[in-house]
Each structure stands twice: as C-alpha cells, then as structure tokens.
C-alpha cells in the first residue's frame, strides 16, 4: 500500500499518495455507530450527523437508506445543548435495528 495512490469517495479524482499505514490490534465490535459534526454551506455552519448504521461507507447507507441518517443543524452561538444530546441518543436508540 506504501508508495501506492489511495483513491476513495474522500479523495480527489487522481487519489492520494500512502506514505504511513496505521496497523492496529483487531476487535470484536458488537456495534458500529456513525457519528460526527461537518462543517455544512446548506446550514451555513455545524451539522451533527449520525446513524446506527454506522461504519466506513456512510455514503452508501445515506444513498440507500436516507431515513436512517439524522442531520441536526447546530446553533454555533448556543452550540450543542443537553436537549439536542438527548434526542440524538434517543434517535440512535430507537433506529437500531436490535431494538
């Protein structure tokens, strides 16, 4: 992989070069979750992102399964509130298909 192009729908057309690789102890996962907070032009400003259906290819559960990706626009004079964690976690909850 080293000294290689990385090409991914994160990367530019022509890829990137790989110059470090990260090896890491394997993990049972019992749950894999999607979370983060992006930067959205739409929203002019943060956007919490989150699914139960998490993993590396988010891009695909948001193409195939849009309903299961919860968008929440963040106030950036209030940021996030008690309120809004809540109902994330209750959303995330209540997606998850062993529920």
């Known amino acids: 992989m ?5 090409i991914t729908k994160q990367t530019p057309p022509g890829g990137v070069p790989v ?5 890491a102890e394997a ?6 979750t999607y ?3 992006v930067m959205d032009r739409e929203h002019n400003g943060p956007v919490i992102v989150a699914s139960p259906d998490g993993g590396v290819d988010i ?9 299961r990706v919860m968008k929440m626009p963040v ?17 995330l909850a209540s997606l998850d298909p062993a529920t």
Do not use: Q
Not at 2 to 6: M, R, T
Not at 19 to 23: E, G, H, L, R, Y
């Open 2 to 6: 080293i000294g290689n192009k990385l």
């Open 27 to 32: 993990i049972d996962i019992t749950r894999e």
């Open 75 to 91: 106030d950036i004079h209030t940021g996030v509130t008690e309120e809004m964690a809540k109902e994330i976690a209750v959303s």
């Open 59 to 67: 891009e695909d559960v948001a193409e195939k399964t849009p309903e």
């Open 19 to 23: 110059s470090k690789v990260m090896v």
């Open 35 to 37: 979370f983060c907070i």
